[in-house]
């Protein structure tokens, strides 16, 4: 997030310090606040939260919390657009120099390869289910799973178990709710594992250790078809290491060990302790932002906050801003050929 940093406050509008946050809240209920009360936090004024009174100097009065969140979203757009430009633009080069190396087919020796479009993604899956023999891994992250998302990549799950080939997938915890995902397991019966983390990557999934496909853009409408072993290998590194710390579908989710919180609030509280805003952590954990409104409610009232301060206060108080403290670290087994997912 752009914003002004100084070595004193080094933060930008969407993550304000502690003294800068009740100045600027009391400012906003008040209307305005005194230069001599804004002084410690000059942070405020540096990012244009508060400016001079022009019916008393001595007074500064707040920007609109509205006008505030416009411009911070419009900087996160510039930025996103901004990076995707450079992606593109890097991809298409190193694409470009990989295929230096004379006539090929589409795949062989590409290292890189920008699949722009629905048809070319889905028939490039289609290519790497075909060429599977043993092995797929798959991050799925979105929250509950469609009908239509589950069925549109179902031609490929029954020919990779036809064919013997394992399958391992990872959601989100609250893919659990949905009675679609526990058909589609059933469906899969032996060939398919799944477990569930708080939050997870984004899309991923990886054929025989070879080959990786990942989103390039928001819409999930470009993938990058991956083969160059070192990305590869790191990708897999990555899924393993989530998959270690997943809860399998078939086991319950653990206790938070505090009457009243359950394990999806745990979770959305140690995010905002973090500073993460409502849409934030709604996406990361799969929910909408309505849902995740009503569990800061009702955590709000478990814990007894009055305003979101006050819950931050709370949540640390009540050790809710980070990994349960009296968890003890298992040991880990090494990971056998376990299941993959062709979605």
Do not use: K
Not at 3 to 13: F, I, L
Not at 91 to 96: G, I, M, N, Y
């Amino acid at each position: 997030m752009a914003g002004h940093r100084t070595e004193a406050h080094p933060h930008g509008a969407d993550r304000l310090c502690d003294a800068g946050d009740r100045v600027y809240s009391r400012a906003v209920r008040r209307g305005r606040v005194s230069r001599e009360d804004a002084e410690p936090v000059p942070c405020l004024v540096e990012l244009a939260l508060l400016h001079p009174d022009p019916d008393d100097m001595g007074w500064l009065v707040p920007t609109s919390p509205q006008e505030v969140m416009t411009r911070l979203l419009r900087e996160m757009h510039d930025h996103v657009v901004a990076t995707q430009s450079r992606m593109g633009e890097a991809v298409s080069a190193f694409e470009w120099y990989a295929a230096l190396g004379g006539a090929r087919s589409p795949t062989e020796g590409v290292a890189i390869r920008v699949l722009d479009g629905l048809p070319r993604i889905r028939a490039a899956m289609d290519e790497a289910t075909e060429a599977c023999t043993s092995e797929v891994l798959a991050v799925q992250p979105g929250g509950i799973r469609r009908e239509d998302e589950l069925s549109e990549g179902l031609h490929r799950a029954l020919a990779l178990r036809r064919r013997g080939v394992r399958m391992r997938d990872l959601y989100t915890h609250v893919a659990r709710h949905g009675q679609g995902l526990r058909n589609y397991m059933e469906l899969m019966e032996e060939a398919a594992e799944a477990r569930t983390l708080d939050e997870v990557t984004e899309r991923l999934i990886v054929f025989d250790r070879t080959v990786a496909f990942i989103p390039a853009s928001p819409d999930r409408t470009v993938a990058l078809e991956l083969r160059h072993p070192a990305l590869v290998d790191y990708l897999v590194t990555v899924f393993e290491r989530l998959w270690r710390l997943a809860i399998p579908l078939t086991a319950p989710l653990p206790d938070t060990g505090i009457e009243g919180i359950t394990h999806r609030e745990r979770s959305i509280a140690a995010l905002l302790a973090e500073g993460h805003q409502d849409a934030v952590v709604a996406e990361r954990l799969g929910i909408s932002v309505r849902t995740c409104r009503a569990h800061i409610a009702r955590l709000s009232e478990t814990l007894g906050a009055a305003s979101r301060t006050q819950l931050g206060v709370r949540i640390a108080q009540a050790g809710l801003d980070g990994p349960p403290r009296s968890v003890e670290l298992q040991p880990l087994s090494a990971p056998g050929p376990e299941s993959p997912t062709g979605r």
